[in-house]
C-alpha cells in the first residue's frame, strides 16, 4: 500500500508541475519516502530558469550589443541562455535581486552602457585619462587614446549639486577618506575638483534619485580598479549634464 501511495504522489506532482504550479502547490497528507525525492528534482529544474521580464526584449539587445555576457537571442523570450547572460550582467554592475529578470533597472543600466560613445571623451593620445559622461551616467578608462576600462555605471551630483563638467587633475589620493559633512568614510577616495572625486558608493547606487553631492560614486569593484590606475596629476574629462541638474 506505501509504494502504491508513493507512486501516485510521484504522479500527482508531476501532474502539477507540468501545468505550472510547482511543487509548492502540493500538500501530501503523509511522508512518503518517493516524495522528497520528487520535491528536489522540482526544485533544480525551476532553478534552471528565470522570469521573463517587462524589458525582455530590448535587454536582450542591449546585452548582445555591448557582448561578454554570453550568447543572448534577441526575440523577446527568456530562454536559459538569455537567464544566464542577464544573471551576470546584473552580478557585474551590482543589480539587486540578481535573478534574471528583465526589470526596469536592468533595462536602464543596459541601455545607459550600450548608448556611451568612448569617443566622446576625446582622451589624451598618451596616459590614462579617467572619462565621466554625465548625460548617461556611466564612466571609463582610456590609455593611450583607446579603452582600458569598459564604461560602467556611476551615480553623480543631484541638484544642487552638480558634477561640473570639464577637464581636471587627480591632486588627492587615500583609501579611505572622512567626510566631515556627511559624517561618511568614503573608500578610494581620488579628489579632483574642490571635494568631489571618485570614491565607492555608501550606498545602493541604483537608487538615481539619492545622488551624490557632487562626487562621482562608483560600485566598490570600479572604485578599487580606478584607486590601482590612478596617481596624483591623473587627468579627469567629465562631460555632458546629468538631467534635472
Known amino acids: 500500500m506505501r509504494r502504491v501511495s508513493a507512486r501516485l504522489a510521484g504522479a500527482v506532482m508531476a501532474v502539477l508541475v507540468g501545468g505550472g504550479l510547482g511543487a509548492i502547490g502540493l500538500t501530501p497528507a503523509s511522508a512518503g519516502a518517493a516524495v522528497p525525492v520528487t520535491t528536489t528534482v522540482v526544485s533544480k529544474a525551476a532553478a ?21 555576457y554570453g550568447t543572448v537571442t534577441v526575440d523577446g523570450k527568456q530562454s536559459a541562455a538569455d537567464c544566464a547572460a542577464i544573471v551576470k550582467f546584473q552580478k557585474r554592475f551590482g543589480i539587486q535581486p540578481a535573478k534574471g529578470l528583465a ?3 536592468t533595462f536602464n543600466v543596459a ?24 548625460t548617461n551616467q556611466t564612466t571609463y578608462v582610456m590609455k593611450n587614446g583607446k579603452v582600458l576600462v569598459k564604461p560602467t555605471v ?3 551630483g543631484m541638484k544642487n549639486y552638480r558634477t561640473p563638467a570639464g ?7 587615500t583609501k579611505k577618506e572622512w567626510s566631515d559633512p556627511y559624517e ?4 578610494y577616495w581620488q579628489r579632483f575638483i ?28 570600479d572604485a578599487k580598479k580606478y584607486y590601482s590606475l590612478g596617481k596624483i596629476g591623473s587627468t ?10
Not at 534552471?48 to 561578454?68: D, I, N, P, R
Not at 577637464?167 to 589620493?173: A, D, E, Y
Not at 579627469?236 to 541638474?245: A, D, I, P
Open 194 to 221: 574642490g571635494g568631489r572625486g571618485f570614491h565607492q558608493t555608501t550606498t545602493y547606487i541604483h537608487d538615481m534619485w539619492r545622488g551624490s553631492h557632487g562626487c562621482v560614486n562608483l560600485l566598490p569593484q
Open 184 to 187: 561618511v568614510w568614503l573608500p
Open 111 to 134: 541601455k545607459r552602457l550600450a548608448s556611451t560613445k568612448t569617443s566622446a571623451c576625446k582622451a589624451k593620445k598618451k596616459g590614462i585619462t579617467f572619462c565621466v559622461d554625465l
Open 103 to 105: 526589470g526596469p533597472t
Open 154 to 156: 556611476t551615480r553623480t
Open 236 to 245: 579627469v574629462k567629465v562631460y555632458g549634464r546629468r538631467s534635472g541638474t
Open 48 to 68: 534552471a530558469s528565470c522570469a521573463t521580464g517587462k524589458y525582455q526584449k530590448q535587454v536582450e539587445g542591449y546585452l548582445k550589443k555591448l557582448g561578454g
Open 167 to 173: 577637464t581636471f587633475k587627480i591632486n588627492k589620493r
